[in-house]
């Protein structure tokens, strides 16, 4: 089994910047896929970012791209989001998620929660205008 934990949520104004964490624990796998998904009052939980198990691949919706930056610590089992620029409309609640094994995908793949085999609880970020 594995965990992930999510950290770095919490409240900012309009233009501000804030860095979420997704450390994976337990059944640690060697190399996982990792991706970033929002969920606001009333919506479906939508793709925000991923990145492939090298860091050598990223993909970013079109609404943060530019914005947002994903990264990952492979030593650390960790997967960040930078998220600078931020607007009300980020506000939601933000879920890692994480794919088993070490196969490329097309960027599409990364888009859907079906294809993530495990979620994290979720982080808060509302940003106020």
């Known amino acids: 089994q594995v965990q992930l934990v999510e950290s770095g949520g919490g409240l900012v104004q309009a233009g501000g910047s804030l860095r979420l964490s997704c450390a994976a624990s337990?059944?640690?796998?060697?190399?996982?896929?990792g991706g970033w998904f929002r969920q606001a009052p009333g919506k479906e939980r939508e793709f925000v970012a991923a990145?492939?198990?090298?860091?050598?691949?990223?993909y970013y919706a079109d609404s943060v791209k530019g914005r947002f930056i994903i990264s990952r610590d492979n030593a650390k089992n960790t997967v960040y989001l930078q998220m600078n620029s931020l607007k009300p409309e980020d506000t939601a609640v933000y879920y890692c998620?994480?794919?088993?094994?070490?196969?490329?995908?097309?960027?599409?793949?990364?888009?859907?929660?079906?294809?993530?085999?495990?979620w994290g609880q979720g982080t808060q970020v509302t940003v106020s205008s």
């Open positions: 998620a994480a794919r088993v094994g070490s196969t490329y995908y097309i960027g599409s793949y990364y888009k859907s929660t079906r294809n993530y085999d495990y």
């Open positions: 337990g059944r640690t796998f060697s190399s996982y896929a």
């Open positions: 990145i492939s198990w090298s860091g050598g691949n990223t």
